[in-house]
């Protein structure tokens, strides 16, 4: 059993009499894809929580359908975009589904859920007597304090020290605990380190939520972020022919488990597995410090399903960085203007973070390097949005000066229209191999999972199946939970 959902009664109770205590209903993964399944009355209490609140009722916004308001918003279609040509520079379409419209700010939030409403429906957490762990390289930190806030148990955050200033300052005021191990992104081994010893130190006190490695995070996106961008394919017409690639960067390998089921559906569709050219762990087994915050590496995560990934590419974070102050200073927005961007796709940018727009161009690259047509599409994802990262933009502006029109037009010229086919690598059988082979040093060596179980990932067939097949048991045992609970 890949996901834990052996029941605990006695702490399943527990649970319940404090969910119970504190008004709180767990919203279903199906209620998550179909937020129009959400019962009228909780949706119409909607009306009068913001976004961010810490409210109990926010559990049933981590959803891709939020309305984008940051209070009182419904539900309608999906946050997404598409981005113009005029910024892409490639033949092909792309969109990006947006995460900023989640609860956080981030789509993390769902992770983090997908993590947590099993372990409490089982009772394999205790709400009341456990802390829950939620080591990171940001967002999911942020999610998993903002989900235990809502439930009202205590959590510790985990995350680099070097991560944005905006992190920490909103972490202290949600978070019981905030931790900072030494580093930037890609020192993910030292949140590793810290997780022992935390788990030394306080035991049974605590759960430790490890987005790299629990499956609850893969069929998250597998069930729902595919979802969603299964309903914009269908709801723009797209034909099954013209869906061509998936690109998404490989932080927790979460979110690229998305693609896993838009190959089902589309089995002619590829799936790019992003990553930073500064650390390219991927393309070269390599390692390295980069900026693209989120998408930390040095390893590959257990739940990246590699012999699924058909593509690498690696990012230059100096591209991105130039491109976030293309979107986001008035030269760069002026000089977008003047190249033809459309006032409401400007006002789109910024709606993409620093690694939405790392995402964007591996998007870009997997589109070139197929030669793909006008009618052809990629999707991407935004995880979070510019906001995030305004302190960012000093820094910037401290190490290279004021972002000037000529700079603007290098960035867009070199980053944008001329982003090449470099650093793409095609996976052949054995490449993939190679990459699989990784997890060996991380996982086998380091963090104690088994030889027989890394072999299976890749020799058994049905190894990945087995995990969106736990999908209907765990929303049953939500459902149950609710009915004890006995506020639905
Ligand atoms: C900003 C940002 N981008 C990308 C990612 C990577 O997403 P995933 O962990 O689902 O691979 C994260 C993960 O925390 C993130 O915070």
């Given at each position: 059993m890949l996901i834990n959902l052996n029941v605990n009664e006695q702490v399943r109770q527990h649970n319940i009499k404090r969910c119970r205590e504190k008004g709180i209903i767990l919203p279903t993964f199906a209620q998550m894809a179909h937020p129009d399944t959400i019962p009228e009355s909780i949706r119409k209490k909607l009306t009068e929580v913001g976004l961010w609140d810490v409210n109990p009722l926010n559990l049933f916004r981590i959803t891709w359908h939020n309305e984008p308001k940051e209070k009182g918003g419904r539900f309608g279609g999906v946050n997404y975009i598409e981005i113009p040509r005029q910024i892409t520079g490639t033949r092909a379409r792309i969109f990006a589904l947006v995460g900023k419209y989640f609860p956080t700010g981030a789509h993390k939030v769902g992770a983090t859920y997908g993590c947590l409403a099993p372990a409490l429906a089982t009772g394999n957490f205790d709400a009341e007597h456990q802390q829950a762990v939620w080591p990171s390289t940001g967002n999911y930190c942020r999610g998993g304090a903002y989900n235990s806030a809502l439930l009202g148990c205590d959590s510790i955050a985990i995350l680099p020290a070097e991560m944005s200033q905006e992190r920490f300052n909103w972490l202290k005021s949600v978070a019981g605990e905030v931790i900072a191990t030494p580093g930037c992104e890609s020192n993910v081994k030292e949140i590793f380190d810290k997780c022992h010893e935390l788990d030394r130190e306080r035991g049974t006190h605590i759960v430790i939520f490890n987005q790299f490695e629990k499956f609850e995070n893969y069929l998250w996106h597998y069930a729902i972020t595919a979802e969603a961008i299964l309903e914009v394919l269908r709801s723009r017409g797209i034909k099954p022919e013209n869906v061509r690639g998936y690109a998404s960067s490989t932080g927790s390998g979460g979110t690229l488990a998305a693609g896993d089921r838009l190959k089902e559906v589309y089995p002619g569709l590829k799936i790019a597995a992003g990553e930073a050219l500064q650390c390219p762990t991927l393309l070269r087994n390599g390692f390295g410090g980069h900026r693209i915050e989120g998408i930390g590496d040095k390893h590959v995560p257990w739940i990246h399903n590699v012999k699924n990934t058909d593509m690498i590419c690696s990012i230059d974070d100096e591209d991105c960085l130039r491109i976030y102050r293309l979107f986001n200073e008035p030269a760069g927005l002026e000089y977008l203007k003047k190249a033809g961007v459309a006032q409401a796709d400007i006002d789109n940018l910024?709606?993409?973070?620093i690694s939405g727009i790392g995402n964007m161009l591996s998007a870009i690259k997997m589109a070139k390097y197929y030669e793909m047509e006008e009618d052809d599409v990629v999707f991407t994802i935004l995880t979070d949005s510019s906001v995030m990262y305004t302190s960012r933009l000093a820094e910037q502006t401290a190490m290279h000066g004021e972002f000037t029109p000529a700079d603007a037009a290098m960035a867009h010229s070199?980053?944008?229209?001329?982003?090449?086919?470099?650093?793409a690598l095609e996976l052949t059988y054995y490449e993939r191999l190679r990459v699989h082979n990784l997890k060996y040093y991380t996982w086998v060596e380091q963090q104690g999972k088994t030889y027989e179980e890394l072999n299976r990932q890749w020799y058994d067939r049905d190894y990945w199946k087995e995990i969106p097949a736990d999908l209907g048991r765990i929303d049953t045992l939500i459902e149950d939970f609710n009915k004890e609970v006995g506020l639905v």
């Open positions: 910024k709606l993409f973070g070199a980053c944008l229209m001329h982003q090449g086919i470099d650093n």
